[in-house]
């Protein structure tokens, strides 16, 4: 097939996502949005939500605007240019996400008048808004990537060095759409970030004062912070979550294409020499034909594409399913379904392309090692098993024993994930070496467009149970919503597992990706600036034999990194609940009618406080991201900074999933003593559960998704800036 | 100098310490008991540790004879009875400190009636019986293998390889001190994790049902489980520190030994070809001369052995102060006297050696690391510094903000102690290699007499505190032990600092000598029945190529060890205190007469509860760090078992910082609370603060410290059975 059919068959599938994306909207829009009472808190919700994630946009257009510069001065305008789509389409995707979420919570509630069945229909197709978009727009934008610089994606340009060809156009093809990828990164840290701490903040702020000190239940509208509480759920949930996968999964395509690019590269690439011979085993060799490349390069795109219509067509199926019960069946068979037809497309493609079917398999062992990630995930947090309920019951002996037992559990959590993640890497090496590893994290992420629109459902119903809750509405609404969400907390628990192992492979792909072109590009062929920049820096010099110290410093100091950006976020979230408390506090105080129903609380107040808050603590931690492979790679060269780059994966990962299980299983240990376990509500080991659970609100929903994208955002940092670095430390 | 004199003076100086230990011993036990009561409750708390550390010592003796029947089987005996000495030496030095500590305790309180300089006398002689058996046994053991097995430790017996001269019985000899420190390990996690948890568990059911349920103060005798706290004290924070560092000591010298050995084995080691320059800088050479083996082998010994004559002199200093006032001072003074005899005496040692300049700033080096770490330490865990004053103040917000800053700042603290490892290992091998690292290992630990001895007599103040209250003596006296407590603090944060700085450059050193070990050493030489055993696995084989993906997957499996390790020992610590917790509140509702003064409370049956925990979550998390090396090694090889071990010890210094930092942040939160600050005592801020102190008990005392050891159990252990792994992974 011509490059120009292989290119447009992406194109269209991103225009059709889109579109559908569009007519979801459109659907939900539609919707009756209830009444004047419901619009009023809608209203509320949306135009914080908007505030917010203004304001937060404005402080990253400024640091894209810089970054995209030194870019610009330091490579070329085309790597700046890539930067700058990649980081606005990320933006979007927040945006568009947010935006139907908040159209679709108060049609959700008012839709869970007439029937569960309306409601789900109304909350999944906002989830599909964003789902779709996401996967659309993260594909359409790599496809203009390509198109408008395509001169650099020709295998020419051949430049004479020492003793080899080098064929520079990819090289500085492969620096663009690294660069692409840096900018959808840099923004999904700064909304899971910002996102994560307005979430927690508002969370922890409204049940401490409201659940603890006055005892008013949860989403009750006399408690000054729950508005900006359902702001959260939109902005960290919803917005965060949608640049996160978004990420992810642009992460996962492009260390594959750059990983293909430096194959073509040729001979000159000595971190390649010694995987020729697994290479070749996905149909691949270093002295590749050339009129095959087109095939290899666009593959990534197209299997990822079918993944899209897959996702599309289980989506179709479940909001169109006429089921009226069962419908937690209906959501697992339509992942199952997404992912079935995915595998089915993977197929078609691999054997259409010049690839070896190997391909597929490593499609396949991705998909596999994320639904088993994805278990050990639901496993680990869901009340239905074993470890949550036996934390629920040592909640009996008091907060402390609780927390300590949450720890626990998380820190146990690890061992199986690790040991999929450790074998999937294993069996994906043997298939295809490095780059299999990078086929293999994109066979996670290949159906994201289900995966996100399942995870967005979830706030959505959340936020409609507020809704119905604050609008009074009758009871039964409210079980509905509940019902709505607690099916989406099973299939959610898959997505974080997704979330996590995606985020390993593909930081291992991009790391892979960083060693091959540390260990092979001379500065001279992406930085035509060189004599202006060499003044600056020195990107050569010293003694290979004294490395090693280098390298092992290096993982100590990289696996150092991810447990200093934790605590700045923790201590971000618990300052902004304290500031907020203090506020909340003061307004029980200074309205008494507040209590009585007679005075409407300040919400607008708490929202900006928290807003400020979250933007406030965002900064610093997204600029730890930034400068510190930077600062590592200038001062200690490039093979240190590749160990710095794995000690902060391993430490990560770790952690990760510690905090995720922790939080979660505590949350949901929490919810068992509600639903009548150990005394119920009101007794001893629900105030223990609640402890608990306010302690690992935080590291679940800020620290364990801002972790995933740290390490991928620190890796392909270092992709992109690896020709800057000296190859030895500058002072030996 | 010949190798007698050269052998003789660390044996004199171990003898010395030994006498000096029974002296103080014998001082302590001279000084009266105190009234009846006094010694009743002595009684019990002595009683109670011994039995413990009784039962204790059964399961590991069968564990020992069982391993050691393995290493003589597959080895040789001389390895075995290497093995069996290093462990009842370890077990002798817990027993011996643990004897002392629970002389002193009571008659440090009787003391205390008189003057708190008496008190400080009893006490900190209490202490130093235990520093200087430490330092005197672990010295005497190692000369004693020396001695015994000098013929294996000659350089002779080549044996003709392939195309080198391998120098058999240096890598015999390595084998032997590797198995001596073995075993110390092997007691030492034993120790540390059968007495943490016994130590968390009481202490922390004892707080929850006295102070949090029944409002009666810490220590109170109406409290059951208040004897089996104080038992706690001894087992945990006495007899497991000990063992601890004695382990540490030996596993930082032995570490330089062998690589010594490794240098005389020649020019067959792969490993050492690429260090030879860096080498050269410490005096040595591939091709040294053989008429200096005996000073550069026994150099360590010598060095360490001045290390414990400056302690000697230091303690003495202490001991006969005259001062009445500022005992914080005379302590710090001592601590910084023996810092700076240490490098006096090593000064002398290197200069009358062969060996280069370069070696006494190697230990210069450990010196001043181990006093930054231990200064980072006390910033972020005293109530002098900022740290925990904010963290204080947070509790105002609720137990789950207390509990999450806490969490917070120890992720935080991680930043400084790491970057010093980094900056340390850099420049330590700049200055002589891994040998160079191994040697500022060593010097880190060199004044081990004087650290040991502080930080015992912290513990003995402790008991000494809660034997006054029981005893109802004088509120002064209390408040002198007190007192005593608190100075013990501040030098107790430098011993901690000391203890994960050494563990983390004793685990390098040893990690370093695996490596060189597992490149070069023909398994025949060290595996005499290698024809058996060959049959049941098999020490080669595999492809090289694709070893990259298994140290990748080694990393990631090893970074995770150190959080399942950690989740057996905090859940062995809740369950424990849950079971207890129930027992306690039995006791208090059948026996109502214990609230009103007039019955005693069972105390031995929360003994005996409290051991019956300790004992029988103590096997599992040792088994596994015996284990897993060994599995991994077996079926995955030796190059990923490198790596395995690299990913424990990057997850474990990060954990066990954090841990470590976090307990005693949030413990000396509430004691700086108790002072006076945010409301005092009774205040909500108290109550949240004592949440977050439970919860931190088990990360400082009994996580922390463990998992210090399992680096160093896991590393010995590669180094021990190296031989019996294959190169490459079995199944290639």
Not at 132 to 149: D, M, P, Q, R, W
Not at 371 to 389: A, D
Not at 572 to 582: K, N
Request: glycine content about 12%.
């Amino acid at each position: 097939m011509s490059e120009y059919v292989l290119i447009a068959i992406p194109a269209v599938i991103s225009v059709l996502a889109l579109l559908s994306a569009f007519l979801f909207n459109r659907s939900v829009v539609l919707q009756a949005q209830g009444n004047d009472r419901m619009k009023e808190i809608q209203g509320y919700i949306r135009s914080g939500a908007f505030t917010f994630m203004i304001s937060e946009a404005k402080v990253m257009l400024i640091t894209m605007a810089v970054i995209g510069g030194i870019l610009w001065i330091l490579f070329y305008w085309q790597v700046a240019v890539a930067f700058w789509i990649g980081s606005l389409l990320s933006l979007a995707a927040g945006f568009i996400g947010m935006s139907a979420a908040t159209h679709a919570n108060a049609r959700t509630s008012n839709a869970a008048q007439k029937s569960f069945k309306d409601a789900l229909n109304v909350a999944f197709s906002g989830g599909s808004v964003m789902g779709l978009s996401v996967a659309g727009l993260a594909l359409i934008g790599l496809v203009l990537v390509i198109v408008l610089f395509r001169k650099w994606f020709l295998p020419a340009g051949l430049a004479i060095e020492t003793d080899n060809l080098l064929n520079v156009n990819l090289i500085r093809g492969a620096l663009i759409v690294s660069a692409y990828s840096m900018g959808a990164s840099l923004v999904a840290l700064f909304d899971r970030v910002g996102g994560g701490i307005y979430t927690k903040a508002a969370d922890m702020a409204a049940d401490m004062v409201g659940k603890v000190e006055m005892h008013i239940p949860e989403d009750d509208p006399r408690n000054p912070a729950t508005i900006a509480d359902n702001v959260g759920d939109n902005v960290g949930d919803v917005g965060g979550l949608g640049a996160d996968l978004l990420e992810s999964f642009v992460g996962a395509i492009i260390s594959v294409m750059v990983m293909v690019m430096y194959i073509y590269v040729g001979r000159a690439n000595p971190g390649i020499a010694g995987e020729n011979g697994l290479i070749a085993k996905l149909g691949l060799a270093a002295g590749l034909a050339p009129e095959s490349y087109w095939w290899v390069l666009l593959a990534p795109l197209l299997i990822v594409g079918g993944g899209i219509v897959a996702s599309l067509l289980a989506i179709l199926y479940i909001r169109f399913s006429r089921r009226q019960e069962g419908m937690q069946a209906v959501l697992m068979n339509g992942t199952r379904l997404a992912a079935l037809l995915t595998a089915g497309t993977t197929f078609l493609v691999v054997w259409l392309s010049p690839l070896s079917l190997n391909v597929f398999w490593q499609v396949i062992l991705g998909l596999a090692a994320g639904i088993g990630i994805g278990f050990f995930s639901e496993y680990f947090t869901s009340s239905s098993f074993r470890p949550t309920k036996e934390l629920a019951k040592m909640n009996q002996s008091g907060p402390a024993v609780g927390v300590t037992e949450g720890m626990a559990l998380g820190m146990m959590s690890t061992f199986m994930p690790v040991i999929l993640i450790a074998a999937a890497s294993i069996i994906s090496y043997q298939l295809g070496g490095l780059l299999g590893v990078a086929f293999t994290a994109m066979g996670m992420l290949s159906f994201v467009a289900m995966t996100v629109a399942v995870d967005t459902y979830g706030p959505i119903a959340d936020n409609a149970g507020g809704i119905s809750s604050m609008a009074e509405l009758p009871p039964e609404v409210r079980e509905r919503t509940d019902k709505l969400d607690s099916i989406g907390n099973t299939t959610a628990a898959i997505g974080k597992g997704f979330a996590i192992g995606s985020a390993a492979f593909a930081a291992l792909g991009l790391i892979a990706a960083y060693m091959w072109s540390a260990a092979s590009i001379p500065a001279e062929v992406v930085l035509p600036q060189l004599p202006i920049v060499g003044q600056i820096i020195s990107p050569t010099g010293g003694d290979p034999i004294q490395v090693g110290a280098f390298v092992i410093a290096g993982l100590m100091l990289g696996a150092m990194v991810p447990y200093v950006f934790s605590a700045l976020l923790i201590r971000g979230v618990s300052r902004t609940a304290d500031i907020l408390v203090q506020e909340v506090r003061r307004q029980f105080k200074e309205m008494p009618g507040i209590m009585k129903g007679e005075e409407t609380p300040d919400y607008n107040r708490c929202i900006s406080i928290t807003a400020h808050g979250g933007l406030n603590k965002m900064f610093i931690p997204a600029m730890i991201a930034v400068a510190t492979p930077i600062v590592f790679g200038l001062v200690f060269g490039r093979y240190a900074l590749g160990g710095f780059l794995i000690g902060a994966l391993l430490s990560a990962i770790q952690l990760a999933i510690y905090c995720a299980n922790s939080g979660g299983a505590m949350d949901n240990a929490k919810k068992f003593i509600e639903e009548g376990a150990f005394g119920g509500k009101n007794s001893d080991a629900h105030a223990a559960a609640v402890t608990g659970d306010t302690v690992g609100d935080p590291l679940k929903d800020t620290v364990g998704p801002s972790l995933d994208i740290l390490i991928k955002l620190m890796s392909v940092i270092a992709l992109v800036f690896a020709s800057l670095f000296p190859l030895y430390p500058v002072f030996l």
